[in-house]
């Protein structure tokens, strides 16, 4: 069966307009929050460690808004041994950073004003998700935002009831010339292929795991209105071309074998444009502070669906043995 609308409504239990919510809603802004505690839900990945090691540091500077990590609660995946492997290790290097372990996400509720809600088990996301919503803290999703795009549409459908934000993205979004491309600095862009390593979790989708980050490169620098893809898959390579509403095509390639890298090339009105090289989780979390501040989210629902529902739909297409298979339209 082709991936289409009727099968996401089937399959996600949700028709978006008929659940009292739409992606077209004004921004959630849910009034000032003052607060600069700075809570971690996951140490099964180094994205934990290496953001506390940025919010915490002395110099850490104004862009990052005086947030600081001063609690954590560690699970995370019990189920995926390259993760909770981690968990002792991490857990030990942010206490040396200053950040207290609690026992459960209640009491990180109870300590701190705003999360990251960082497990690297995306399986686990839309749980762990709905206490913080509900609780009115504004949330970061890190990637994947859940290992199903009908996850994803439930917290988002929450966000929106409890007038709290949230947003998720890959930090692959902020690399420098990705920003110049879609601010407009090289014109129009026709085009653009993306890449990534594309390593496979059992636990996920194929290219929820690690793939995203090529997924969300190309779809950053295209914008939403893909319709349509098709996915060739080996043991070492994906490829899946996307089709534009407005006639344009991207690519993405995940990477298995051989040297692997993060970046893309823009086809655009002044020039062939590298979209690399990667820069380091620093731009983000700048963005993730201000949003933080403002409450306004610097990726907006629509998209991040597109991204998760292109992933989705590659997965289709691969097991149609790379038929055209069509996206949800949101």
Not at 76 to 88: H, L, M, T
Not at 201 to 208: A, N
Not at 282 to 287: A, F, G, I, T
Request: net charge neutral; with cysteine; aromatic share 10%.
């Amino acid at each position: 069966m082709a991936y289409n609308r009727r099968t996401f409504i089937k399959t996600s239990a949700l028709a978006v307009t008929g659940a009292g919510f739409s992606f077209n809603l004004p921004e959630i802004v849910s009034g000032t929050q003052n607060g600069k505690r700075v809570g971690i839900i996951g140490l099964d990945t180094s994205h934990s460690t290496a953001f506390t090691r940025e919010f915490n540091q002395a110099d850490a500077g104004p862009e990052l808004g005086g947030y600081r990590v001063v609690a954590a609660y560690p699970y995370g995946s019990r189920e995926i041994e390259s993760s909770y492997s981690r968990i002792p290790e991490y857990t030990e290097v942010v206490k040396n950073l200053g950040v207290r372990i609690v026992d459960s996400i209640e009491e990180l509720l109870k300590e701190t004003d705003v999360i990251l809600l960082n497990t690297n088990d995306g399986r686990l996301h839309l749980g762990q998700a709905l206490p913080v919503i509900r609780a009115g803290k504004r949330m970061f999703i890190d990637k994947p935002m859940t290992a199903s795009l009908k996850d994803a549409v439930k917290i988002f459908e929450e966000a929106a009831l409890a007038n709290t934000p949230v947003f998720s993205c890959s930090s692959l979004r902020y690399m420098e010339n990705v920003q110049k491309a879609v601010q407009g600095e090289y014109g129009k862009i026709f085009g653009a292929t993306a890449w990534s390593p594309a390593v496979l979790e059992k636990t996920h989708p194929d290219l929820f795991w690690y793939g995203i980050h090529g997924v969300e490169t190309l779809i950053t620098a295209m914008g939403t209105g893909c319709k349509s893809l098709t996915r060739h898959f080996t043991e070492g390579t994906d490829v899946v071309t996307g089709f534009w509403e407005d006639g344009r095509i991207g690519t993405f390639r995940g990477i298995r074998e051989g040297k692997s890298d993060y970046g893309g090339v823009a086809f655009t009105e002044k020039a062939v444009v590298n979209l690399g090289p990667y820069q380091g989780y620093k731009p983000m979390l700048v963005e993730i502070a201000r949003f933080f501040d403002t409450g306004i989210t610097p990726v907006k629902p629509k998209e991040t669906l597109e991204i998760l529902a292109f992933m989705e739909a590659a997965d289709s297409s691969r097991q149609q043995n790379g038929a055209r298979c069509v996206l949800p339209s949101f």
